[in-house]
């Protein structure tokens, strides 16, 4: 890289960690810390979604998984509008009549203290996950520019977010998230148009290299459930997002953190929805490249011709190929967005360790520096367990698909505790209780009895399937016993 990209990337790095840390004197009480109390405008908070959405997954990940098979994670965006307008008339108003910065107070109030403390455990390992899984894709992007060591530059990012995120609270990641989402978009484009127009035959040899591979399938439509298929990824988005709009802290705190109820309903609609074309047009720089490295515009390095090595293929056509100083820019943009994204992770993760745990078993009644204290400890620990798990993932083959797999197993099925108490009328423990043993019982059979048993015994689903099943698993059973037990409750009461 030119030295015109290494000094816009340190000015743009300097330049948005000092505005984040700028809020740092608006946050001296919890309340600002988790919910910005509840000033943040109506298009920050949906910039925000969408950037959430967005983070440094998507933005190297995507390409990575187009450049290494086809558009079948189009999928994935395809469902967010049917999540969405469950969110819009439910999640949202739900939310913001609940009068505590905790997702997890609800499913208390439904079936009992159990409710809130298992579906907190699961919330918090997903976040493990994520901050693991971006962390490393960051480290990819720093490496193309610098040659670093990989764990060096997790260890670095980790821990720079975390004073990041300590200094600024939810305001900070807000807003840094609106700034960084137009920048990504932007970015996305300029890199379409780059890569177009140095084919060496125009675009029309993008577009038949493409096709002559089979680039642009969405993937098989047939109704095999062991493989990745158009209709098992659809599915898995569907029930990925509705449990991101539906029960993650991430999304439920930026509902509560918007001025009124109009601005929440509205970005959350339109941080989903934005989301959709921003993907394609990752899709298609992943596509492009295949195409502009297949031609004779460009020959990779050795290291990177394997396609185990796809996530790594756009941080060096940034580094490579664009313009110095707007390869500087780029680089920075994800990097900065990354850090907005763990930093949310960070800030959620350490509400709800405040809120269902410390406060609610420890001391309800802490005051503000004690309550503060222990979001700086929470956030710390997530942020050497992140760090721990990022290293792990060093030598994976792709990210987005770790990170789809540990997501779904992770979940825990919470989507489905939470659907239940939404639809059904009863507020029967014991039913609820027996939902989640069935979910538990068939994710730990899903995700372990491949490694256990013979070919012939084990799971033979895609592993995308095992939040879908452990939703159902827990509805369904949940809501049969509970109807089944009132019956039962019903005839006592008539033979008395």
């Known amino acids: 890289m030119a030295v015109l990209d290494f000094i816009v990337f340190f000015i743009y790095m300097f330049g948005i960690t000092v505005f984040g840390a700028s809020f740092y004197r608006k946050n001296k009480s919890a309340s600002a810390f988790t919910l910005g109390d509840r000033t943040i405008p109506g298009w920050v908070v949906g910039m925000s979604i969408f950037a959430t959405y967005v983070s440094s997954i998507s933005y190297l990940a995507l390409p990575g998984k187009a450049y290494q098979s086809n558009w079948n994670a189009f999928a994935f965006s395809i469902s967010i509008p049917f999540a969405a307008i469950i969110a819009f008339r439910i999640f949202v108003p739900l939310y913001r009549s609940i009068n505590s910065p905790s997702a997890y107070t609800y499913l208390e109030e439904r079936f009992g203290p159990w409710a809130r403390m298992y579906v907190s455990i699961f919330y918090l390992l997903t976040q493990l996950m994520r901050v693991g899984t971006i962390l490393f894709l960051l480290a990819l992007a720093v490496n193309a520019i610098f040659g670093w060591d990989m764990r060096l530059i997790i260890i ?41 127009f140095k084919m060496p035959e125009g675009p029309s040899q993008l577009l038949s290299i493409a096709a002559e591979h089979d680039k642009f399938n969405l993937g098989s439509f047939g109704l095999d459930l062991s493989k990745s298929t158009f209709w098992v990824v659809l599915v898995y988005g569907f029930f990925i997002n509705l449990q991101n709009y539906g029960i993650d802290q991430n999304y439920i705190q930026r509902y509560i953190s918007a001025k009124s109820d109009s601005d929440a309903k509205k970005s959350a609609f339109f941080g989903g929805i934005l989301y959709i074309p921003v993907s394609l047009f990752f899709l298609f720089i992943g ?39 707007l390869a500087g820019l780029l680089i920075a943009g994800v990097f900065a967005a990354g850090m907005s994204t763990i930093s949310t992770s960070y800030n959620s993760s350490a509400t709800v360790f ?68 939404v639809f059904s009328k009863t507020r029967n423990t014991i039913g609820a209780i027996s939902g989640v043993i069935a979910g538990i019982l068939i994710i730990l059979w899903m995700t372990a009895s491949p490694m256990i048993f013979e070919e012939t015994a084990a799971n033979n689903f895609h592993s995308y399937l095992t939040i879908v099943f452990g939703t159902l698993a827990i509805f369904l059973v949940g809501f049969l016993v509970s109807i089944l037990l009132k019956h039962n409750e019903t005839d006592t009461k008539l033979n008395i």
């Open 354 to 421: 405040l809120t269902d745990y410390f406060q609610r078993y420890f001391k309800k009644s802490a005051s503000d520096k004690e309550a503060m204290i222990v979001l700086y400890t929470a956030s710390s620990i997530i942020s050497i367990l992140g760090i721990t798990i990022a290293i792990l993932m060093i030598n994976v083959k792709s990210a987005l698909d770790v990170w789809w797999k540990l997501a779904s197993i992770f979940s825990g099925g919470m989507l489905g505790l939470f659907l239940l108490g």
């Open 156 to 196: 670095i990012t980790g821990i720079t977010v975390l004073i990041y995120s300590l200094l600024g609270g939810i305001q900070a990641v807000l807003w840094t998230d609106a700034i960084q989402g137009i920048i990504l978009i932007g970015g996305a484009l300029v890199c379409i148009i780059f890569i177009v």
């Open 287 to 325: 596509t492009a490249l295949f195409s502009f490295y297949q031609s004779s515009a460009a020959a990779l390095p050795p290291e990177l011709m394997d396609l185990a090595k796809a996530d790594r293929v756009f941080p060096h056509f940034i580094t490579t190929q664009l313009p110095p100083g």
